[in-house]
């Protein structure tokens, strides 16, 4: 089958994209996009889950409508954020959006039972309370227990297009219920949630094929033949199995979140990768993910958003280009900035109550940001080279982010070495991917990169001398350690 589809949906968008191969290079071509946010409601936040599977339905009928008669199918989302199903295959309550401040003390309760280095020595997974552990621990007991299956987003996608229940690896270990040495979910983990195993299906590995489209859709829509193949459904696992890494580079996954870090073939769960809160999600094909969770463009698109989408996220780059360099800072991590009322207002805050001039215009908002981002990517990539005691040589930005060139310019400057941004499709790419060396057409994930590299321009940025680069390093420095220590 020539045809692969990856249906990628972000915290801020979702699109499904075909990829062929044609004499050795990977065409892409965007069949649908769609916008995606949570909503608020009384106080909760919830994800549309069906508007997703409709999205899903209408780009394969588009799909349809362009010629693609059959076509191979893998999906990926965000993480952690799931689906409670009962017996009869049914969803039984609105999906919570990882921001809902339901958990803003979890973290802290469930220390007084299992400890973090408990937890971290089992699972690896940085503690942060968007975590699904959290999350199942502060849900209904009653509407818990009472759930036949717990399917993370994307399984619940595969699901209803095939009414095959998986719990896709790379996703699972998210939960930060995995356990790294039976590979399987921790039974005390799952003991102290109350939950039984069989509540979660079996562990799928990418790669998988799942099977074609659930009849009773083909009945009712004009669709493809599809096959659907089970990708890396987290969709930063593919997003860095679509980054044609070298040797000795670490990667930014650059979208709604800033993932900073390196892949590896062995955990790291030191007790001081645990206290810098440095995470090991798993990978395809035997990886590990040894990275942080950064803020990211999160910041911006909240304050375009606060501004009724009046400027394109170029526009804002644009202006906050002719700004002066960091004159404000923020420490992007602080969790007041996880979901704020309004970003704009936060922002201002923390710059008023740290002695900084307060950012007014959208410029000097975006710049702020921009800025910040930028230096938090100097502290962290620091703190993994001790991590991992190995000097990295250059730094792969890929998604969205990769497009933003003031950004990757100004993340060469600070960290004085070489960036290396794109491709910006790197998640669509990977979930492509998946699916090529699922089917034969690609040997295993290293041909798979070259392909990717010789297929996609990389653009590169050299670090440009920064007047007083010094100064500002140890301004934000100060500023950092100012305040509590941020994840
Ligand atoms: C990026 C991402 C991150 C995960 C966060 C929440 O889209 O998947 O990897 O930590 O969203 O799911």
């Keep these: 089958m020539n045809n692969h589809i990856a249906v990628d949906i972000g915290a801020s968008s979702g699109r499904l994209v075909r990829g062929i191969l044609q004499e050795g290079v990977l065409i892409l071509e965007e069949l649908h996009r769609f916008s995606n946010r949570f909503t608020e409601q009384e106080n909760s936040c919830f994800w549309d889950i069906d508007y997703l599977f409709e999205q899903i339905i209408i780009g394969l009928q588009k799909a349809k409508g362009k010629g693609i008669t059959a076509c191979t199918l893998g999906i990926d989302t965000w993480a952690v954020d799931y689906v409670l199903v009962d017996a009869e295959g049914n969803r039984v309550q609105e999906v919570y959006a990882y921001r809902d401040r339901r958990t803003d003390l979890a973290m802290d309760e469930v220390a007084k039972y299992i400890s973090p280095q408990t937890i971290y020595e089992k699972t690896g997974i940085q503690k942060l309370s968007i975590n699904t552990l959290y999350q199942l621990y502060v849900h209904s007991k009653e509407e818990l227990s009472g759930a036949d299956q717990i399917l993370l987003v994307p399984d619940y ?8 229940k998986i719990n896709e690896v790379t996703n699972a270990s998210t939960t930060q219920l995995l356990n790294l040495d039976s590979r399987d979910f921790d039974d005390e983990l799952l003991k102290f949630l109350n939950i039984k195993r069989e509540q979660f299906a079996a562990l799928t590995e990418p790669g998988a094929v799942l099977g074609p489209l659930d009849e009773a859709l083909l009945q009712t829509y004009d669709l493809p033949d ?13 997003a860095v199995l679509g980054a044609p890494l070298q040797k000795d580079s670490a990667y930014i996954s650059s979208g709604t979140w800033s993932l900073l870090g390196v892949e590896r073939t062995q955990p790291l769960n030191s007790m001081k990768a645990m206290e810098a809160n440095y995470t090991n999600e798993w990978g395809a094909y035997g990886t590990y993910r040894f990275l942080k969770n950064i803020m990211g463009l999160w910041l911006i698109q909240e304050v375009r958003r606060q501004m009724d989408g009046r400027y394109s996220f170029a526009e804002l780059a644009e202006l906050a280009q002719g700004e002066e360099g960091f004159r404000s800072l923020i420490c992007c991590n602080d969790p007041r900035f996880l979901n704020p009322v309004n970003m704009i207002e936060e922002i201002r805050s923390a710059c008023a109550e740290s002695g900084q001039p307060v950012p007014e215009t959208p410029g000097q908002l975006a710049r702020c940001i921009f800025d910040s981002l930028a230096l938090s990517y100097l502290t962290y990539l620091e703190e ?10 250059d730094l792969q930005i890929v998604g969205g982010g990769a497009n933003n060139s003031l950004l990757c310019q100004l993340t060469a400057d600070v960290i004085g070495r070489e960036v290396k941004a794109g491709p910006t499709e790197s998640t ?15 040997v295993d994930i290293n041909e798979a990169r070259d392909i990717i590299g010789q297929s996609f321009k990389i653009k590169s940025y050299s670090p440009s001398p920064t007047a007083h680069l010094e100064d500002i390093v140890s301004r934000w420095k100060e500023l950092q350690s100012s305040k509590v220590k941020h994840p």
């Design 226 to 238: 599809c096959q659907l193949i089970c990708v890396a459904t987290h969709d930063t696992a593919s």
């Design 157 to 164: 996608l595969y699901y209803k297009l095939t009414g095959r």
């Design 428 to 442: 669509a790419l990977g979930n492509i991917v998946v699916q090529m060396i699922s089917t034969g057409s690609i």
């Design 384 to 393: 993994l080279e001790d991590l991992i005691d190995s000097r990295i040589e």
